[in-house]
Nanobody
Framework: QVQVVESGGGLVQAGGSLRLSCVAS????????MGWYRQAPGKSRDLVAA???????NYADSVRGRFTISRDNTKNTVVLQMNSLEPEDTAVYYC??????????WGQGTQVTVSS
């Protein structure tokens, strides 16, 4: 069973930064696509950023230029660096691992709150 654990959420003022980390306990980490999603109250869970096994990245338009996703395959870790945070970024952020077998594994989520 793959475990995905997020950390790094919290409360920050608008314009500030937060760094989210996700560790996935799978020997297939280096061949997995890793993604960060977020879900605000009453809204759907949407993709924020993703990174492929080869390091190609994809961002939601609303965060491009402010957020950066990266991975360290030696530590089974993916990081989401969030800068210039806005109140609209307030949500629960989830990490997802998609293995080469196309199985999805989600973390429990971490709360990010941006005050104005």
């Amino acid at each position: 069973q793959v475990q995905v654990v997020e950390s790094g959420g919290g409360l920050v003022q608008a314009g500030g930064s937060l760094r989210l980390s996700c560790v996935a306990s799978t020997t297939f980490f280096s061949s997995s696509t890793m993604g960060w999603y977020r879900q605000a109250p009453g809204k759907s869970r949407d993709l924020v950023a993703a990174i492929t096994p080869r390091g190609s990245t994809n961002y939601a338009d609303s965060v491009r230029g402010r957020f950066t996703i990266s991975r360290d395959n030696t530590k089974n870790t993916v990081v989401l660096q969030m800068n210039s945070l806005e109140p609209e970024d307030t949500a629960v952020y989830y990490c997802k691992a998609t293995t080469f077998l196309r199985n999805d594994y989600w973390g429990q989520g971490t709360q990010v709150t941006v005050s104005s």
